[in-house]
């Protein structure tokens, strides 16, 4: 899908980046790291692999769009998974 601006012309280059989006983006980036307690910068890939952390596998393929959650998990969630460990000789009774 190709997004034109207003006057009809493409927002990505031919290099596939945007830079009016690259702008926005620094200049948020800048601001954030001036004005709050934000210690290192990030990419806007790691907000979707935050959302694919934070949230069960399903709702976060809804959220990222994904026709299938399994580009979602080996893509994008990076929190490993806990789990208990079962002790030997307990019984579950």
């Not at 945007?18 to 907000?47: G, I, P, Y």
Request: proline share 1%.
């Amino acid at each position: 899908m190709v997004v034109l601006h207003k006057k009809g012309k493409c927002y990505m280059n031919e290099n596939g980046r945007s830079n009016s989006f690259d702008s926005v983006w620094q200049r948020f980036m800048a601001k954030a790291l001036e004005e709050t307690d934000l210690k290192e910068r990030f990419t806007e890939h790691d907000l979707r692999a935050k959302v694919a952390s934070d949230n069960e596998l399903e709702q976060a393929q809804k959220l990222l769009g994904h026709s299938s959650s399994i580009i979602t998990d080996r893509v994008y969630r990076r929190k490993a998974e806990l789990i208990t460990p079962s002790r030997r000789g307990e019984s579950k009774e």
